[in-house]
């Protein structure tokens, strides 16, 4: 965990927040993808995973990811409510994709 997410998780977030995670730019950019997969791993364990607590916990109303590319973006909105729909099938990455 970086110094700027240590400052950003302890700070506490208001009733809306904005974060935005670079660290995966700089392994995409440079191809590097032993790095961005580590990166990734790294943003998961720092910040995913604790949202999905605070999520599970009822101390967040609703988490929006939105995730740019060169082929679209990846933009989903989590409710509490949404994590009980057990019935639901995963779908492809590819589904997700709303705008090219």
């Known amino acids: 965990m970086t110094e700027a ?3 950003a998780r302890q700070a506490g977030f208001g009733a809306n927040a904005l974060l935005l995670l ?3 730019a700089a392994p995409a950019q440079a191809l590097d993808a ?3 997969r580590a990166a990734l791993a790294a943003a998961e364990a720092d910040w995913f995973m604790p949202l999905l607590a605070a999520l599970r ?3 967040l109303d609703g ?3 939105t995730a740019f590319g060169d082929d679209g973006t ?3 909105l989590l409710r509490p409510r949404d994590l009980w729909k057990v019935w639901r099938r995963p779908l492809p990455l590819p589904a997700w ?3 090219a």
């Open 97 to 99: 994709r709303l705008a």
């Open 74 to 76: 990846f933009d989903i």
């Open 63 to 65: 988490l929006r990811l």
């Open 5 to 7: 997410d240590r400052d």
């Open 57 to 59: 916990a009822g101390r």
């Open 34 to 36: 032993p790095a961005w």
């Open 22 to 24: 670079d660290r995966l």
